[in-house]
């Protein structure tokens, strides 16, 4: 058999994706903290706060590939952590606070305590472990 349209044998591109234009995945309600009195007022107005917070730059690609695992982390635990980003370039007080000399790096406070930290990039069954082990602490 031969055919006349070849056009007309292929598939046509559809637009599978078109009633997704403009939808953007929901961000997760962490807290953005760009500054120590952000941090200290957070602190000061929970003092038995549990904390899971993520030092990360813009630069920083494995930053970067880290956010997924945090965002995934927020939504399982939210209810029992508090979940911050803390970029280094806003204020570096918050890192020299937490000793932080390097990114990413993640903390875990309990009861307004630091407890864990953790440098380099860290996967979500590792981070998870930890952050339960913290919760029922």
């Not at 009633?19 to 961000?27: A, C, E, R, S, T």
């Not at 305590?113 to 998870?128: M, P, Q, R």
């Amino acid at each position: 058999m031969v055919l006349n349209h070849p056009e007309n044998s292929q598939t046509k591109k559809v637009g599978v994706l078109e009633p997704l234009d403009g939808y953007q995945k929901p961000k997760p309600d962490f807290h953005d903290i760009k500054n120590m009195e952000v941090l200290d007022n957070l602190l000061d107005a929970n003092p038995n706060i549990n904390m899971v917070l993520d030092f990360w730059a813009d630069y920083c690609v494995k930053c970067k590939a880290f956010t997924p695992v945090f965002e995934a982390l927020h939504v399982k635990f939210s209810k029992d952590f508090v979940f911050a980003k803390l970029d280094i370039e806003h204020d570096i007080r918050i890192s020299h606070r937490y000793k932080i000399t390097s990114i990413p790096t993640q903390i875990i406070i309990k009861n307004g305590s630091l407890v864990y930290k953790h440098v380099g990039v860290i996967d979500y069954k590792s981070l998870e472990e930890k952050i339960e082990r913290y919760k029922s602490f």
